[in-house]
C-alpha cells in the first residue's frame, strides 16, 4: 500500500511538471511588453493629430471668425453712416449706403491660404431705409473660392477637405441725437409759421419742430446769414449769444465765448434739447469777428459743394468750420430768468463760409457724430451711428 501511495505522488510531481512547462510559454507571452510599445505609439499619434486639429486649425477658424467679425462691424458702420449723411433720395441713399459698406469690408483682411481682403457683394448687404439700418455678412466659403485652408482635419477623416468654412453677421442703425457736445456759442429761432412773412416772430404764430422747424432733407445746402440779435425781440436767423454750461447743468461762465468759437473749449459739456442756455449781456462783434476768423484758419481750402450738398477739398476727414448750433423756441423766446435765458429745441449743423464782422454766412448740412442717441426722435441734422446687433 505504502508503494502504491509513492508511486501516485511521482505521478502527481510528474504531471505538475509537465503542466508547468506547458504554462511557461503562455506566462512568457503575456509578460512580453514589445508589442505593447507599438500600439502606444499608434495611440500618442492619434492624439497628436488630435491637438494639432484642436490647437493649430481650430486657431485658424477662431482668428477668421474673430477678422470677419471685425470686418462686418466697420463695413455695417461704414455703410450707416453713408447713409446717414446722404442728401440724395432714397434709391441714392441705398445705393451709396450698399457700395461704402462693400468698399469698407474689402479694406478688412482675414485669414484664408494667407491674410486676404474681405470681399462681399450686394447680396451681403440689407440696406433698410426706413429704420435706418445696414447688415452686412462677410464670409470665407468653399462656394465663392476663399474659404480657410486647414492642415490637419483631414488626416483624422479622409472624406473631409481641408477647406473650412464660417461667416459673420453685423447690423449697424443711424439714431437721432438729442444732445451733443462742441456746441458753438449762438443760438438761433428754429422756423415758424411766419403768417405776415415778416421774419419776425408775431404771438400766434405757430410752431412745431418737426413741422414748421428746420427740417431734413429740406433745408439741407440752404445758405443763411446769422447775425446778432439787435433787440429783444428776435428775427429769423438773429442769434444770441450764450454760454456754457447750461443753466440747468452747472454755472455758465461768461469769459470763454471767443474760445468756444474757435473750437471746443471743453468736450465734457453736452447741450441737449430742453436745455436752458445762458444769454450773454450785449453784443460781442469783435470777439465773434476774430473766433470766426480763427476757425475759418484752420481749414481754408475747404468749400461748399452745392451739386453734392457736401464739405470738399477740406484737409480734415470733417472740417472745423463744420459747427453745432443749438436753435430755440420762438414761441418761448427769450425768457426773463432770472437770468435771462434760451430754451433749447433743436441741434443744427453748419458748414462756416464766411463772415462779415459779426453776420455768419453757412449752409445746413448733415453730420455723423458722437451723442445722446434718441431712437424715438425725427430724423435731424445731427445723427449717431451705432452697432445694434
Given at each position: 500500500m505504502g508503494l502504491i501511495c509513492l508511486a501516485n505522488l511521482e505521478m502527481d510531481v510528474e504531471h505538475s511538471k509537465m503542466d508547468d512547462s506547458k504554462?511557461?510559454?503562455?506566462?512568457?507571452?503575456?509578460?512580453?511588453?514589445?508589442?505593447?510599445?507599438?500600439?502606444?505609439?499608434?495611440?500618442?499619434i492619434v492624439m497628436i493629430f488630435g491637438f494639432a486639429v484642436l490647437v493649430i486649425d481650430m486657431s485658424l477658424i477662431q482668428l477668421?471668425?474673430?477678422?470677419?467679425?471685425?470686418?462686418?462691424?466697420?463695413?455695417?458702420?461704414?455703410?450707416?453712416?453713408?447713409?446717414?449723411?446722404s442728401t440724395g433720395d432714397e434709391a441714392t441713399a441705398v445705393a451709396e449706403a450698399r457700395a461704402e459698406a462693400i468698399r469698407v469690408a474689402g479694406l478688412n483682411l482675414a485669414i484664408q491660404d494667407i491674410q486676404?481682403?474681405?470681399?462681399?457683394?450686394?447680396?451681403?448687404?440689407?440696406?433698410?431705409?426706413?429704420?435706418?439700418?445696414?447688415?452686412?455678412?462677410?464670409?470665407?466659403?468653399?462656394?465663392?473660392?476663399?474659404?480657410?485652408?486647414?492642415?490637419?482635419?483631414r488626416v483624422l477623416d479622409p472624406l473631409l477637405e481641408n477647406k473650412g468654412e464660417m461667416a459673420a453677421t453685423a447690423t449697424a442703425r443711424v439714431m437721432p441725437i438729442s444732445g451733443v457736445s462742441c456746441v458753438r456759442p449762438w443760438c438761433i429761432p428754429d422756423k415758424w409759421a411766419d403768417a405776415d412773412s415778416d421774419h419776425i416772430w408775431d404771438p400766434g404764430e405757430s410752431y412745431d419742430p418737426n413741422i414748421t422747424g428746420y427740417r431734413v432733407p429740406d433745408d439741407v445746402g440752404d445758405q443763411v446769414i446769422i447775425q446778432p440779435n439787435k433787440a429783444d425781440k428776435w428775427e429769423s436767423e438773429?442769434?444770441?449769444?450764450?454760454?456754457?454750461?447750461?443753466i440747468n447743468e452747472g454755472n455758465p461762465r461768461t469769459d470763454l465765448y471767443k474760445e468756444w468759437i474757435v473750437g471746443c473749449y471743453d468736450p465734457s459739456i453736452v447741450v441737449s434739447i430742453g436745455d436752458l442756455l445762458y444769454r450773454y449781456p450785449g453784443h460781442r462783434v469783435g470777439p465773434t469777428s476774430q473766433g470766426v476768423e480763427g476757425l475759418i484758419n484752420q481749414d481754408p481750402g475747404a468749400e461748399w459743394d452745392p451739386v453734392?450738398?457736401?464739405?470738399?477739398?477740406?484737409?480734415?476727414?470733417?472740417?472745423?468750420?463744420?459747427?453745432?448750433?443749438?436753435?430755440?423756441?420762438?414761441?418761448?423766446?427769450?425768457?426773463?430768468?432770472?437770468?435771462?435765458?434760451?430754451?433749447?429745441?433743436?441741434?443744427?449743423v453748419l458748414f462756416v463760409e464766411g463772415h462779415n464782422a459779426a453776420d455768419i454766412t453757412g449752409r445746413f448740412m448733415k453730420l455723423v457724430t458722437e451723442g445722446e442717441p434718441c431712437p424715438e426722435c425725427p430724423e435731424g441734422f445731427l445723427t449717431t451711428v451705432t452697432l445694434v446687433r
Open positions: 504554462m511557461r510559454p503562455l506566462k512568457g507571452l503575456l509578460k512580453d511588453k514589445r508589442g505593447a510599445t507599438m500600439i502606444m505609439v499608434v495611440v500618442a477668421a471668425k474673430t477678422q470677419l467679425q471685425n470686418a462686418a462691424d466697420a463695413s455695417a458702420l461704414a455703410g450707416a453712416t453713408a447713409l446717414a449723411i486676404r481682403p474681405v470681399v462681399i457683394g450686394d447680396d451681403d448687404v440689407d440696406v433698410d431705409y426706413d429704420s435706418g439700418t445696414v447688415t452686412v455678412k462677410t464670409h470665407r466659403r468653399k462656394a465663392t473660392g476663399d474659404p480657410v485652408t486647414l492642415y490637419f482635419l438773429w442769434y444770441f449769444e450764450v454760454c456754457f454750461p447750461p453734392t450738398n457736401r464739405v470738399i477739398n477740406s484737409a480734415f476727414p470733417v472740417s472745423p468750420r463744420v459747427i453745432k448750433l443749438a436753435a430755440f423756441d420762438p414761441t418761448l423766446g427769450l425768457q426773463p430768468g432770472p437770468p435771462q435765458h434760451l430754451v433749447v429745441s433743436k441741434l443744427l
